[in-house]
């Protein structure tokens, strides 16, 4: 896949920030010498983490070359490394794991979860937010255009976008034995957008992007175009003349 742009994703910094925020507010952490914000991507996260702990050093591992220079360009003061989620492991002490957005396209993440926890020292928290928006209409339709026309055959579309989230339950399993307390829930998001154009460009920073690189510019124009069409025909505008963009996520925070 392509590389993720940050031009895209900070297209709705507002709205994308604003689960890092009610996610950081539920971590019962006063202090920490070190904090990894986990998929950080253009920094945005890694913001709320540095005027949370200004004391701490602060650690941003992304994937995505463009992200990381966005983000050492916001937040000076702290280390950004690219590394693979999956694969990467913090050189020492860590008091607080961060992730807002990230895991959903970890494979196998619930057992990356574990891995990060058990490095924690006592009261150590790992917080996490996960999109949990497979099932949401959104989706629903990028599944939908992608089952259909020239470009259904293509081993990335037939997989439409990610895996199903495992259930909420399963992390709960998948953590408590690891920590002390784990604290889970869901809110469901309905961002105020512009028009129905915003939603389609909304995913051109997420869900899409692997689909899109996974074709040549005449046929990602054209699948573009037929998801802005479905878009336009099922998301109602409402009384001012905008859209909602309905998008659950799920977050946990993990006391070690």
Same mark, same amino acid.
């Given at each position: 896949?392509?590389? @993720?742009?940050?031009? !895209? ?22 202090? /920490? ?46 280390? *950004?490394?690219?590394?693979?989620? /999956? ?9 607080? *794991? *961060? ?17 990060? +926890?058990? +490095? ?18 959104? %989706?629903? %339709?990028?599944?939908? +255009?992608?089952?259909?026309?020239? @470009? ?45 154009? /915003?939603?389609?460009? @909304? ?14 510019? !005449?046929?990602? /124009?054209?699948?573009?175009?037929? *998801? ?14 905008? +859209? #909602? #963009?309905? %998008?659950?996520? %799920? ?6």
């Amino acid at each position: 896949m392509s590389d @993720w742009s940050a031009r !895209e994703y900070l297209k709705f910094k507002e709205e994308r920030t604003r689960p890092a925020r009610d996610l950081l507010a539920h971590v019962q952490l006063e202090q /920490a010498r070190v904090v990894v914000d986990l998929g950080c991507g253009p920094g945005n996260s890694t913001e709320l983490l540095v005027a949370r702990y200004p004391d701490a050093e602060v650690i941003g591992v992304d994937s995505s070359l463009d992200m990381l220079h966005h983000a050492r360009n916001r937040s000076r003061n702290c280390s *950004f490394i690219q590394a693979n989620l /999956a694969t990467w492991k913090p050189a020492g002490r860590v008091d607080l *794991f *961060f992730s807002s957005g990230a895991f959903q396209w970890v494979p196998d993440h619930q057992t990356v979860l574990q891995r990060f +926890v058990q +490095v924690l020292p006592e009261c150590g928290v790992l917080a996490v937010q996960i999109p949990d928006i497979t099932e949401t209409p959104a %989706l629903a %339709l990028i599944r939908e +255009v992608a089952s259909k026309g020239p @470009w259904a055959d293509n081993p990335v579309m037939c997989k439409a976008v990610r895996d199903q989230m495992p259930t909420t339950d399963s992390y709960y399993d998948a953590l408590k034995p690891l920590c002390a307390q784990v604290d889970i829930w869901h809110t469901i998001y309905n961002h105020v957008l512009a028009g129905t154009d /915003a939603i389609v460009e @909304w995913f051109m920073g997420s869900a899409l992007r692997p689909l899109l690189s996974a074709l040549d510019p !005449e046929a990602s /124009a054209h699948f573009l175009a037929a *998801f802005a069409a479905e878009i336009d025909r099922q998301h109602t505008r409402r009384v001012d003349g905008r +859209v #909602l #963009l309905e %998008l659950p996520r %799920l977050f946990i925070v993990a006391m070690r």
